[in-house]
């Protein structure tokens, strides 16, 4: 989704799981795949040759863990690139989880902690959030973490609207690593809490809760429960928090409310934009916090009492209406910084979407490029950025894995957009179909890594870690993880871990993607 497990970034399919009751696959491991994989090539194309991506490191918010492992998007830039290298495609292998109950568990954000080497995730299983420590070799859980349930599972269930669940993107999936590897995290009881992982009197790993800062005194909270599943008043869970380059954690609601917290003495400031949504998580930088509403594109600052001031505010065109493959009428992007100059969006303009660049400093709009068919272009995840070039995947037609046909795909397409002293262009054009995937680019190799399925007159659902060279545009290669239903990833991320392995979570849980030692 911008971000969204929701990505859109979002893995509200667990409690659609669980609204629904769907039976889970028997056994632990692998996840099952569907018919036809004897049908689909497990391999396509040759190993890539690395080659870097051009441009200045991503800074390192000092109050963040290590740029390419704390976040969604990777860093505070939410630049969705990692410094590190991901799979060449040499002689791949692909390793998968099951787990047990109602939902597997896809994974909506999967970080990893420095210190212990460690994967934290954020998933969902059955109708609930759960933080998972997890193995990153073996994908066993070593701890895990139940969070509190999000007021959407109960008012889907009731209602019978499931569009209540999959609009929604609070619950936890946009938290962040602190430099201690301490995941901090909001929920949807209104707590902003920090977790630490550490090895207990028995040796066995747990979550242990450092902080906890309740918020519920400065947000609506009367939300639905199972004895109350229609309350009369608000009900604005956070959706996304993570630090400024000061220490604040900021904080950001579904219904345009913006705070920080002091950690240090607890102390919270607030505002709120009028009329206006915020479904995607944000960015920052040293010189302030990009937020981007369903209205308007933001530049934020902490004043001298920590409150968030508007630094700017540039409207964008919103189109007429929610389009298939968005959550809202808006841009379906959080804010990615570009290098120290510029911040880029995508709008909801009803007949092309459009790539939008501003300069960070006064927010004037350097270049609005149009991508993808007429009628048919949407995304709901965040942009991927580094050096000059930005890369935008079209969602445009998916909306979950339950709507998506047998052997069907989304229209497609992935676009290269280069800023220049002359404006923006667009480099090249991909055909290739990535349906909801928060996409991640390698620095160390130049590869654009999607999440891809072809349409399919045999209905057929084959799902391919598919790399693409983002200096050319070409594909390099694919790499079949599975077929049918279990391996749509949802609008889940692909993450790069740091010792060259692609992780996906997908609706049968995460799937992982190397290459074979010594090839």
């Given at each position: ?21 769907l039976p889970a696959p ?105 933080l998972r420590l997890i ?65 207990g009197p028995d040796s ?316």
């Amino acid at each position: 989704m911008a971000s969204r497990p929701f990505p859109r970034e979002l893995t509200a399919v667990g409690a659609l799981l669980g609204a629904l009751a769907l039976p889970a696959p028997a056994g632990a491991a692998p996840v099952p795949d569907g018919p036809g994989r004897d049908r689909v090539p497990a391999y396509l194309g040759a190993p890539a040759t690395p080659r870097p991506l051009r441009g200045r490191p991503i800074p390192a918010n000092p109050h963040q863990g290590p740029v390419g492992l704390s976040s969604m998007h990777a860093d505070s830039h939410a630049s969705d690139t990692h410094p590190f290298a991901g799979p060449l495609g040499r002689n791949p292998r692909v390793r998968s989880e099951a787990k047990g109950g109602l939902l597997p568990g896809l994974c909506s954000t999967v970080t990893f902690a420095r210190r212990t080497g460690l994967m934290v995730a954020q998933c969902t299983r059955g109708q609930t959030f759960t933080l998972r420590l997890i193995d990153p070799a073996t994908l066993k859980d070593l701890a895990t973490h139940e969070l509190p349930q999000r007021p959407s599972t109960v008012r889907a269930v009731v209602s019978g609207d499931l569009d209540q669940v999959l609009t929604d993107t609070s619950g936890g999936a946009y938290y962040y690593l602190d430099p201690q590897d301490r995941a901090v995290l909001a929920d949807s009881a209104f707590h902003v809490r920090r977790f630490a992982h550490e090895k207990g009197p028995d040796s066995r790993w747990r979550f242990k809760v450092t902080d906890d800062w309740d918020l519920s005194g400065h947000l609506p909270h009367s939300c639905a429960t199972w004895t109350n599943p229609w309350p009369k008043g608000e009900c604005d869970p956070i959706t996304a928090v993570g630090p400024d380059w000061g220490g604040l954690i900021w904080w950001i609601t579904r219904n345009g409310r913006i705070g920080t917290i002091d950690p240090r003495t607890g102390r919270v400031r607030a505002t709120r934009l009028p009329g206006e949504g915020i479904q995607n998580s944000f960015a920052a930088a040293e010189d302030g916090v990009s937020i981007v509403s369903d209205h308007a594109l933001y530049r934020f600052r902490a004043a001298a009492d920590g409150a968030p001031a508007v630094v700017w505010r540039r409207p964008y065109d919103r189109g007429t209406r929610r389009k298939p493959g968005q959550i809202d009428q808006g841009s379906g992007t959080t804010p990615t910084f570009l290098g120290d100059r510029y911040v880029a969006i995508t709008d909801n303009a009803d007949d092309r979407m459009n790539v939008l660049v501003h300069r960070r400093g006064d927010g004037r709009l350097v270049c609005r490029v149009p991508v993808f068919g007429h009628g048919a272009s949407a995304t709901d995840n965040s942009l991927v950025g580094y050096g000059d070039s930005l890369f935008v995947e079209n969602n445009h037609g998916y909306r979950n894995f339950f709507e998506l046909p047998p052997g069907g795909s989304p229209v497609g397409g992935v676009s290269r957009i280069d800023v220049t002293a002359k404006g923006c262009r667009t480099v090249w054009t991909s055909r290739e179909r990535s349906p909801s995937t928060v996409a991640k680019a390698s620095v160390a190799n130049g590869l654009l890594y999607l999440y891809t399925k072809e349409p399919r007159r045999d209905l057929v659902d084959a799902w391919y870690l598919t790399a693409v060279d983002a200096h050319t545009g070409r594909t390099a290669f694919k790499v079949l993880t599975g077929t049918g239903k279990w391996f749509d990833n949802n609008w889940a991320p692909i993450t790069l871990g740091p010792d060259g392995t692609a992780y996906v979570g997908v609706v049968g849980g995460l799937v992982a993607v190397r290459d074979r030692p010594g090839t």
